[in-house]
């Protein structure tokens, strides 16, 4: 049998919440389980010392579109465009304040932040001073 050499005592709790910028390398039309269209999309997000991906799930519905905007304002796309698709999502970049989900290791969005919001944020404040939910 070999050692596995895996330095127990070397172990982080997970990727660390905060700023990151991020980059949509994909993103689809979807219906979702209570029949409404909505869209999946894959997030390449990173910063000078982490890179991971992230699966982000919109509802196209009237109370759940704000997540749509919030998307569309970091990333610098016209939100009100009635000819908006994908292909306008697909390949954009921002930022985003990263969370941690509940019971979970792994990062989801918080919030996305428009470049302006972007340069006000900062990590010492704390993350939910900065990020209301």
């Known amino acids: 049998m070999a ?6 005592e070397e172990i982080e709790d997970g990727i660390p919440e ?4 991020f980059q949509v390398t994909s993103a689809a039309l979807t219906e979702v389980r209570t029949g409404n269209n909505g869209m999946t999309m ?8 982490y890179n991971f991906t992230v699966y ?3 509802t196209f519905t009237a109370k759940s579109k704000w997540k749509l905007k919030r998307l569309c ?3 610098g ?3 009100d465009s009635e000819e908006l698709d994908t292909d306008d999502i697909e390949g954009k970049a921002g930022k985003a304040v990263f969370r941690r989900k509940k019971g979970d ?4 969005v918080g919030k996305f932040l428009t470049a302006e919001e972007a340069e006000g ?5 704390g993350f939910e001073d900065n990020v209301p939910f």
């Open 18 to 21: 905060g700023l990151y910028d």
């Open 73 to 75: 304002e970091a990333i």
């Open 56 to 58: 982000e799930n919109f």
């Open 42 to 49: 894959v997030l390449n997000a990173f910063n000078n010392d």
């Open 3 to 8: 050692k596995l050499n895996h330095n127990p």
């Open 121 to 125: 944020w900062t990590a010492d404040k």
């Open 77 to 79: 796309v016209e939100f």
């Open 105 to 108: 290791m792994y990062l989801e």
